[in-house]
C-alpha cells in the first residue's frame, strides 16, 4: 500500500453550515465530518480534472464551426425536455 502524507486544515464555519454536513456525513455513513469533508474535496478535485481533460479534448480536436438555428434549436428543446421550460 503506497503511504500517503496528509496534512491538516483548520475551517471556521457558520454553526448552521456545520450542523448541515454533520448530518450529511451521518446520513451518508461517514465515520465523522473530516472523512466526509475530506471525500467531498476529493471529488471535486476529480471533477476538475474531468472537466480540464474535456476542455483540452475539445481546443485538440480541430477549428469550430459556428452552429446554424436549426442546431441551436435542437439543443434548446433537448434543454428544455430535460429541465422543463
Known sequence: KEDTKMST????????????ITERAQKNGFADVSE????????????QKQVEALAVEGINSG???????????????????????
Open 63 to 85: 477549428p469550430s464551426e459556428p452552429w446554424d438555428r436549426q442546431e441551436i434549436e435542437a439543443i434548446r428543446d433537448g434543454l428544455r425536455s430535460r429541465h422543463g421550460s
Open 9 to 20: 486544515i483548520s475551517v471556521s464555519l457558520p454553526d448552521a453550515v456545520m450542523m448541515d
Open 36 to 47: 466526509f469533508v475530506s471525500q467531498m474535496i476529493a471529488k471535486i478535485s476529480d471533477r
